[in-house]
């Protein structure tokens, strides 16, 4: 049980691993509060999905617990919740109409009704069948083989005391009756006003457009009155203007119906308009829980600021307790971070303050213009860097122009990546250091202060006292980020690893990517050209670039 009686759901330290050993969802703490609307925010494979599929019960949690009311619901079933989930792809039924499409499942529905005896009094028994359940978690537990034998212990602790209450607690007993058809009708009735379709419900579906269908998909959740709604990618197989429209009028359904909402996106703006609180996620972890504002305005990493909205990010230093130095100029800051920490700095667009040319803390030249409707969006060069503006005044191309940026619109985020650190790394009989099983060139006489490599491939010591054999030697790779190349022809003879782009942030004048190989080993690099995601590149790490430390004494090694 959870304390907190505002919580509608709550996830407690839920993790997903499915049988290939992808890690889906890593430790997700969060609650949802009773009546939010709570929208899972990040790019595709990420695991938005994947939680509200465990939410709704269609996935079990291989860790952890979800609590719904502050009941532990981690393995009921999807019927025993109180949940209903709308899809992307809506699947209604095209020999039905509008009405019996929303009515399909209140007619299969049957709704319990408590017995009593002659006597007035409620008949009461052991429920069994909640024994069965309780009987069956324990068995998953057991076999689970994710968690820890503490873990486990507790768990099983837990469930066997639930087990006896079962079986010593007399409880109500029902019987269950079908709706009547007057109360289907007025049930669908209901549920066809809020998605303002009361008009239609003759029509066949077929002959609705794809925002009506939706609409339909979602009556037939809401018809069912459930305490939570579930909504994964509602709106993503609808054109732009009606999805507009529709984000709207959901938000407008949410307040109706006062029910909670779990919303599904990869689109920034539909969250930023839509949601109360926001969870952003990037491969099965959360970045940051926050409201919409709070997550525009104080994003925790350049991840975050990249993803929620335009935005310029550099490579800064601070300078002193007030001062961070980027775009080659000292700017005043309110963040506190050790001197001469290299750091991530977030500027918004809109918060790039144009100034007549040297009357501003910089100068730059506007080298691109794009009017998006209310403002302009402007590419500004200060020396190789890029500089995005908002304004809504008129500037002409090719001049220079000052710019002001005051210290509540810096963001200074600690660097989420300098260096690449391979910590099962070893070394082969030729003296590469095998990162992700490929060789790469490497000065091993880093290991031992002046030592040499013999003609027999042996480090020898300075004095020639003392000889090592560091074939499989364990060790820890270093390659800071600067120093890995990406390599476009995959032919060349450079080419050391091939991977995948996986990630692409723009800092400013240059990009920082991962390539991760089909091993999973990730290589972080930077670059000033382009890529797209899932491109296919080489990674050349030059032999001088790496740095190796040995996990046991070298003495281990002596031969
Ligand atoms: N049934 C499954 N078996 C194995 N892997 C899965 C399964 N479902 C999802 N995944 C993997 O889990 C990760 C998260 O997927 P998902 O939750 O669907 O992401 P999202 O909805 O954010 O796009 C992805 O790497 C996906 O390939
Ligand atoms: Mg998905």
């Not at 999805?243 to 930023?272: C, N, P, S, W």
């Not at 305005?297 to 310029?312: M, Q, T, Y």
């Not at 940026?405 to 095998?434: G, L, P, Q, R």
């Not at 060349?492 to 991962?514: P, R, T």
Request: glycine fraction near 4%; charged fraction near 30%.
């Amino acid at each position: 049980m959870t304390d907190n009686n505002d919580y509608i759901i709550e996830l407690k330290n839920v993790s997903k691993i499915f049988d290939d050993d992808t890690i889906a969802v890593d430790n997700f703490n969060f609650y949802v509060r009773k009546g939010e609307f709570v929208t899972f925010l990040g790019p595709s494979g990420c695991g938005k999905s994947t939680t509200l599929r465990m939410i709704a019960g269609f996935e079990f949690p291989t860790k952890g617990e979800i609590y719904l009311n502050g009941k532990d619901i981690s393995n009921m079933p999807p019927n025993k919740r109180p949940i209903n989930m709308v899809f992307q792809r809506y699947a209604l039924f095209p020999h039905l109409d509008v009405f019996e499409n929303v009515a399909f499942g209140l007619r299969l529905k049957k709704i319990p009704i408590q017995k009593f005896a002659k006597d007035g009094k409620p008949i009461l028994k052991i429920n069994k069948k909640k024994a069965k359940e309780i009987n069956e978690e324990i068995k998953l537990t057991k076999k689970n083989k994710h968690l820890t034998k503490e873990e486990k212990e507790a768990k099983l602790e837990d469930l066997n005391s639930r087990l006896k209450v079962a079986l010593t607690t007399l409880e109500p007993t029902y019987k269950y009756k079908k709706l009547s058809n007057e109360e289907i009708s007025k049930k669908v009735a209901r549920a066809l006003k809020i998605v303002d379709l009361d008009s239609l419900e003759d029509r066949d579906v077929t002959t609705l457009s794809g925002g009506q269908q939706q609409r339909v998909a979602i009556a037939r959740a809401i018809v069912n009155e459930p305490a939570i709604l579930l909504l994964d990618e509602p709106l993503g197989a609808l054109d732009l203007k009606m999805r507009k429209d529709m984000q709207l009028e959901l938000k407008d359904m949410h307040e109706k119906l006062g029910i909670t909402f779990i919303y599904v996106t990869h689109d920034q703006e539909e969250a930023l308009t839509m949601s109360d609180t926001i969870v952003v996620m990037k491969d099965g972890v959360i970045q940051q829980i926050g409201k919409p504002k709070d997550i525009y305005d104080e994003p925790k990493n350049a991840f975050v600021a990249d993803f929620i909205g335009e935005s310029n990010i550099y490579n800064g230093t601070i300078i002193s307790s007030s001062k961070v130095r980027f775009l080659d100029h000292n700017f005043n800051c309110v963040d506190k971070f050790p001197l001469n920490e290299k750091v991530d700095v977030v500027v918004r667009p809109e918060d790039v303050i144009f100034k007549e040319k040297d009357e501003g803390m910089i100068n730059g030249v506007i080298i691109s213009k794009i009017f998006k409707g209310v403002n302009y969006q402007y590419t500004v060069m200060v020396g190789k860097n890029e500089v995005i503006v908002k304004s809504t005044q008129d500037y002409p191309l090719n001049v220079e122009i000052g710019m002001n940026i005051y210290k509540d619109s810096i963001h200074i985020m600690k660097k989420d990546f300098t260096t690449n650190i391979y910590t099962d790394a070893w070394i082969n009989k030729e003296n590469k250091v095998m990162i992700d099983d490929m060789p790469f060139d490497v000065d091993i006489t880093q290991l031992l202060k002046d030592s040499f490599v013999d003609e027999e491939g042996y480090l020898v010591s300075k004095d020639k006292k003392h000889r090592y054999d560091l074939n499989d030697a364990d060790v820890v790779a270093e390659v800071s980020i600067e120093k890995v190349e990406i390599i476009d022809d995959l032919e060349s003879k450079e080419v050391q690893a091939i991977g995948e782009i996986v990630d692409s942030v723009y800092k400013g004048d240059h990009y920082q990517l991962i390539v991760r190989t089909i091993n999973e080993e990730d290589f972080v690099l930077t670059t000033p050209y382009t890529y797209n995601l899932n491109d296919k590149v080489g990674i050349h790490i030059k032999k001088e670039d790496i740095k190796l430390r040995l996990k046991k004494e070298i003495s281990q090694y002596e031969n």
